[in-house]
């Protein structure tokens, strides 16, 4: 029994060292395949009624539909999912609802910020690099909410959940600071966010204390490598 106290200090230090900092880093998925993903574990799951996105993406795809982030539960595979279509718009899918947003266009090779939030009579909204979306709602019955259950994975679509990914979904290229909020926030927060300011980090998913697990090539790498965006 005296070994116990040691038990549980090793068991709390492990728990605690399996959420990183990857305030220097970047998620790297180097082939166009169905394998290269990352899944990302929140320190405490919940359901949500509403939450918001942001994150940073680099590539130098110009066709097929990649997916940043895909979040499905059994009901619902596209519970809450980020991708851009082969026509160039961007969609977002809220349970079995999809709103796309036309005339926002991207840079190849080079960081484009996005985030997407979803609020009070799931209006939805999507900015990029600083430009804002018209604000849509996503014709979901009223108090429909992602249940608790769900799996989260960067990189990839979830046609079921924890699977289903097709290479037309795939993405390719870099991801970094993800953050996801259990709710909406604010413009301003998001110009923050955008322009690199300091801002409050996600509440459900934070990039500086990350609980994640990366599968087939993709992996973490330094955001020194890029180094137009880092003062070297
Ligand atoms: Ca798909």
């Known amino acids: 029994m005296e070994n116990l106290p040691r038990i549980l200090l090793l068991a709390c230090f492990a728990a605690l060292s399996e959420s990183t900092d990857l305030s220097e880093s970047v998620f790297t998925f180097p082939t166009l395949g169905t394998t290269d993903r990352v899944t990302l574990t929140p320190s405490a799951k919940k359901p949500l009624s509403q939450a918001s996105l942001c994150l940073r993406f680099y590539t130098d795809q110009s066709t097929q539909s990649p997916c940043f982030f895909s979040l499905a539960t059994n009901s619902f595979n596209n519970a809450f999912l ?46 990029i690099n600083g430009k804002a979306s018209v604000r849509k709602i996503a014709p979901m019955s009223p108090d429909w909410q992602i249940s608790t259950d769900h799996s989260i994975i960067v990189g990839q679509d979830q046609d079921h959940y924890g699977g289903g990914f097709e290479v037309m979904n795939a993405f390719a290229g870099h991801i970094t600071d993800v953050h996801m909020w259990d709710y909406a926030i604010s413009t301003c927060e998001v110009q923050r966010f955008m322009e690199k300011m300091s801002f409050q980090p996600g509440n459900y998913l934070k990039w500086e204390s990350l609980k994640f697990e990366a599968q087939g090539k993709a992996k973490v790498e330094k955001k020194l490598l890029f180094s137009a965006d880092v003062l070297c």
């Open 82 to 127: 980020l991708c851009r279509m082969d026509t160039g718009i961007f969609r977002f899918h809220l349970g079995s609802a999809s709103a796309d947003y036309l005339g926002l266009s991207y840079k190849l090779n080079e960081w484009n910020s996005v985030c997407v939030t979803w609020g009070e009579e799931h209006i939805t909204q999507f900015f």
